[in-house]
C-alpha cells in the first residue's frame, strides 16, 4: 500500500539552528500539506502546497518557515532559526485532489527536538 | 473563534461494548468532517469522511454520523477491541478549503 515517508523520524538541534524535514508524497497526489503536533497538544496546521506553490499558510508558518519541492517526489520543510517552542512532532500529509473529499494520507513523522 | 471539542479526554470501555464519541464545533462551517485514528508517535490514520449533506456514513464496525444543525459529529465503534484502544482525532474543513482543523482528541481504552 503506498505511503507518505518522512526522514528524519527524530532530529535534535541546537536552538538558532537549520532544519531540513523532508517528506516523500504518495506518487499521482498533488496536494500536499505540513501539520505539527506538540507533545500532548493537538496537530495544527502549518502549510498546504499545490502546482509548486503555497496555497494556504497559517500565523504558525512564519518567515522562519519555508517548504520546496525541489524535484518530482521530495517535500521538504526548512525551518531557518530553531526556536525551543518549536520542539514538536511534524507531519507530512498528501491527497490526490485537495481536502474536499478524500482523505489525507498522514506520514509516520518527525519528532524535532530543539535544545 | 473556531472551536472543536471532543467530549472528554480520555474513555474506558469494556470490551465488547459500543464505544461513542463526540465531536462538537462552534464558529464553523463546515463542510466535511473526517475521523481518525492516532497511536502514539505515529501520525493519523483515516478512518471515515462524512459531508455536510450527509446524516450517516459506516465502515465495517465503525459508524459516523454529521447533524449540522447540532454542530455535532458522533463516532461509534461498535463490538469494541483493546485493538481499538487509540487516540482518535475528528477534523474539519470548509468547503473550498484543503486545510484540515483537529480537535485535541478522545484517548480510548477497551478493556479486556
Known amino acids: 500500500e503506498p505511503e507518505v515517508t518522512q526522514t528524519p523520524s527524530h532530529q535534535v538541534t541546537q536552538m538558532g539552528q537549520e532544519v531540513i524535514l523532508r517528506c516523500v508524497p504518495i506518487s499521482n497526489h498533488l496536494y500536499f500539506y505540513w501539520y505539527r503536533q506538540i507533545l500532548g497538544q493537538k496537530v495544527e496546521f502549518l502549510v498546504s502546497f499545490y502546482n509548486n506553490e503555497i496555497s494556504e499558510k497559517s500565523e504558525i508558518f512564519d518567515d522562519q518557515f519555508s517548504v520546496e519541492r525541489p524535484d518530482g517526489s521530495n517535500f521538504t520543510l526548512k525551518i531557518r532559526s530553531t526556536k525551543l517552542e518549536d520542539s514538536a512532532m511534524y507531519f507530512c500529509a498528501s491527497n490526490r485532489q485537495g481536502g474536499k473529499n478524500t482523505e489525507a494520507f498522514f506520514g509516520q513523522g518527525t519528532r524535532l527536538t530543539v535544545v | 473563534s473556531q472551536k472543536i471539542e471532543q467530549n472528554s479526554e480520555a474513555l474506558n470501555i469494556q470490551e465488547g461494548k459500543t464505544a461513542t464519541l463526540t465531536c462538537n464545533y462552534t464558529?464553523?462551517?463546515?463542510?466535511?468532517l473526517q475521523w481518525y485514528r492516532q497511536d502514539p508517535g505515529r501520525g493519523p490514520v483515516f478512518l471515515l469522511l462524512?459531508?455536510?449533506?450527509?446524516k450517516e456514513k459506516r465502515k465495517e464496525r465503525l459508524k459516523v454520523t454529521f447533524d449540522t444543525t447540532l454542530k455535532q459529529s458522533l463516532f461509534h465503534i461498535t463490538a469494541s477491541q483493546p485493538a481499538d484502544s487509540a487516540t482518535y482525532l475528528c477534523a474539519l474543513a470548509a468547503f473550498g478549503n484543503e486545510k484540515l482543523t483537529f480537535g485535541t482528541g478522545t484517548r480510548l481504552t477497551i478493556i479486556p
Open positions: 462524512i459531508r455536510e449533506n450527509e
Open positions: 464558529n464553523y462551517s463546515p463542510a466535511y
